[in-house]
């Protein structure tokens, strides 16, 4: 059963589809130029050498962790394969269902990881559509002054992220607590800063990334999703009611719940996947179901596989390529199964664009058995995976 949320959007908790349209907000990606001693190692006849990336039709779409990285250390040929493909002039994006940060920042820190000069324009986090509900969507009115919750592994960095997109009243848990000590009763460390509720309203919640504190945050939101048009401290007389849809649960003007992305695990440091955002998601919706009776719980979730993480990476690539128009092929290369493969074969490109899976082994999938997705390729690295697309590009290794 579809759930109407306080906006008036039908929508159930699940992979869904943000359609965005946020314009560049930094330069242009310039990559180096061409060295007349740099001779090209894959080139045909029919791709002779250019020096504008807008010559090529096609571009890459990378996952980070267990793709480039692994952890915080660069994986085998990662800085290779991001050098070569700046030199060839071929486009490419990092699109991540991480965060966290801002996108600049992470930017630099992985051009000092990978030792490539990277630009914030190439790099696609999970909640770097959140940007577009600054100004409003189709589907939702504008938040720009409206209240919003943020939280994410470090809530004073996903309040500096949120007021970096244009959000001018974000409060964080820590400021929820500070102000209502005994919503929590139970032991929370002292948080380094906070600030004042503006007002007793909240109008949206937004995880940006993987929280830290699962009981605290799911506390509050689940007091505010049962909450009477978002007010801490009340009840909605609503919940419940068998004449509603939804039986009365988030019809009374709770916040809208946004996700930035639905990734049950990810690849680090240990040898096996980690817990992520995903798992988040699906602790909530079962204390959810449990205090309501089963009731559908109304959110969106961003990032990969839903396809609105891979039109706004589209949108990003073709404005990478200087505006030169639709894209004939993009090749997404990931490690998960369920999120870059999923994604990419499901995708269906408003402007026609090919999107191609490539599969590697060097993350979550480690090809100890078939993946639950099946891709275009298999491969074991991102250098790999890169040769395959070029060669069937026409380009010869």
């Known amino acids: 059963m579809a ?15 943000f359609v965005f349209e946020t ?7 310039r990559a180096p130029p ?6 090209r190692t894959l080139q045909t ?25 692994r952890s915080s250390a660069p994986l085998p040929s990662a800085t290779r394969t991001l ?3 700046q030199q060839q002039r071929i486009p490419f994006v990092l699109l991540t269902n991480g965060g966290g940060k801002p996108e600049a920042a992470r930017a630099a820190e992985l051009s000092r990881r990978l030792r490539v000069p990277l630009d914030a324009a190439a790099l696609v986090q999970s909640h770097s559509p959140f940007a577009d509900l600054v100004r409003g969507t189709g589907a939702h009115p504008p938040l720009r002054d409206a209240c919003v ?10 309040r500096g992220i949120a007021e970096m997109y244009g959000f001018t009243n974000v409060i964080t848990p820590a400021d929820i607590l500070a102000a209502h000590p005994t919503i929590w009763p139970f032991r929370a460390p002292a948080p380094t800063r906070t600030r004042a509720l503006p007002g007793p309203k909240i109008d949206a919640i937004f995880i940006y990334n993987d929280p830290r504190d699962w009981a605290l945050d799911t506390q509050l939101i689940l007091d505010l999703l049962l909450s009477q048009h978002g007010h801490l401290g009340t009840v909605s007389a609503r919940n419940g009611d068998p004449a509603l849809p939804n039986r009365g649960y988030q019809q009374h003007g ?3 719940l946004f996700f930035s992305n639905p990734d049950l695990l990810f690849a680090a440091a240990w040898p096996r996947p980690r817990l992520g955002q995903g798992a988040f998601q699906a602790a909530l919706r079962g204390v959810w179901a449990a205090v309501t009776g089963g009731a559908e719980l109304a959110c969106w979730v961003g990032g990969k596989p839903g396809g609105g993480a891979f039109t706004f990476a589209e949108r990003r690539l073709e404005a990478l390529r200087g505006g030169s128009g639709a894209l004939r092929r993009v090749y997404m290369v990931g490690d998960n199964p369920a999120s870059d493969i999923q994604g990419a074969n499901d995708f269906r ?12 082994r060097s993350g979550v999938y480690d090809g100890e058995a078939p993946p639950a997705v099946r891709p275009d390729v298999v491969v074991d690295g991102v250098w790999e995976a890169v040769r395959w697309a070029l060669e069937r590009e026409g380009w010869r290794a």
Not at 34 to 39: A, F, G, L, Y
Not at 149 to 158: I, K, P
């Open 45 to 69: 006849e029919a791709h002779p050498p250019t020096n504008h990336p807008n010559k090529h039709d096609f571009a890459f779409a990378f996952d980070i962790d267990g793709v480039l990285l």
């Open 34 to 39: 061409i060295r007349s001693s740099q001779r």
């Open 149 to 158: 919750l943020v939280t994410g592994a470090d809530g004073e960095a996903c």
């Open 349 to 360: 490109s408003p402007r026609g664009t090919q999107w191609r899976s490539i599969l590697v």
């Open 83 to 85: 050098h070569h493909l």
């Open 254 to 256: 709770q916040p809208a």
């Open 3 to 17: 759930v109407v949320f306080p906006h008036g959007k039908a929508l159930l908790c699940r992979r869904a589809a």
């Open 23 to 29: 314009p560049l907000r930094s330069r242009p990606f």
